[in-house]
């Protein structure tokens, strides 16, 4: 009989992954500013994939680093946001998502990532470490290597009951639309079978 073929892989060696241009000033591990932070190693089997990984406030840069000390690939995406530092504006580089960042591994890893500081969990489904499409990180990825404008908001499934958080209708409940381009706010009267529609920005409004 045939012996198997067997195909290994250099030891050190990388899977490629195209870098953003990364400006000098900007010091290793953390890639900061609207790219992100991404660093990457080996993948070691075909079970390897994204997952997300719950931190304490403000920590997010921090476990990124550790997690780069250790050759593990992560990316947290950021989006700038300007303080007002004395008598000038500073830019800031704050999480895309605060509390989360990213860790491509194999979930039988998971312990490495857990003991970095300032780590609360790994998202989990059903008691197991959740993987996160490829082309769902990818996506994110390419919105912030490019110059559009961008702000978080939350996942709300249209026609989802909503509550308004912010601006002159803070407080308001209705059902969310979306009309073309734009979301839509539909204030009903339920007895009567009537409505009447509003444009309103999706980050304004929660899950009621």
Do not use: N
């Not at 067997?6 to 591990?29: D, F, I, K």
């Not at 919105?143 to 209708?169: F, N, R, T």
């Amino acid at each position: 009989m045939a012996k198997p073929t067997v195909l290994l892989q250099p030891a050190g060696s990388e899977v490629p992954l195209r870098q953003p241009h990364v400006h000098p000033s900007v010091t290793p591990p953390t890639v900061a500013g609207r790219l992100g932070s991404t660093h990457t190693h080996p993948a070691v089997s075909q079970d390897v994939a994204w997952f997300a990984v719950w931190t304490r406030s403000r920590h997010e840069s921090r476990v990124v680093g550790q997690l780069a000390d250790k050759g593990i690939e992560a990316f947290l995406p950021t989006v700038a946001r300007w303080s007002r530092w004395k008598d000038r504006r500073k830019r800031i580089d704050w999480p895309l998502f605060p509390g989360y960042c990213f860790v491509r591994i194999d979930p039988a890893d998971t312990l490495a990532v857990l003991k970095c500081t300032g780590v609360v969990k790994i998202v989990t489904a059903e008691g197991k470490p959740a993987p996160i499409p490829d082309r769902e990180i990818e996506g994110i990825r390419t919105l912030v290597m490019s110059e559009l404008s961008y702000d978080p908001c939350p996942l709300i499934k249209l026609g989802s009951v909503v509550e308004v958080v912010a601006g002159p209708l803070k407080g308001v409940t209705g059902r969310l639309v979306r009309k073309g381009s734009h979301a839509r706010l539909i204030l009903s009267v339920d007895l009567i079978g009537q409505g009447v529609s509003v444009e309103i920005d999706a980050s304004d409004v929660k899950e009621y």
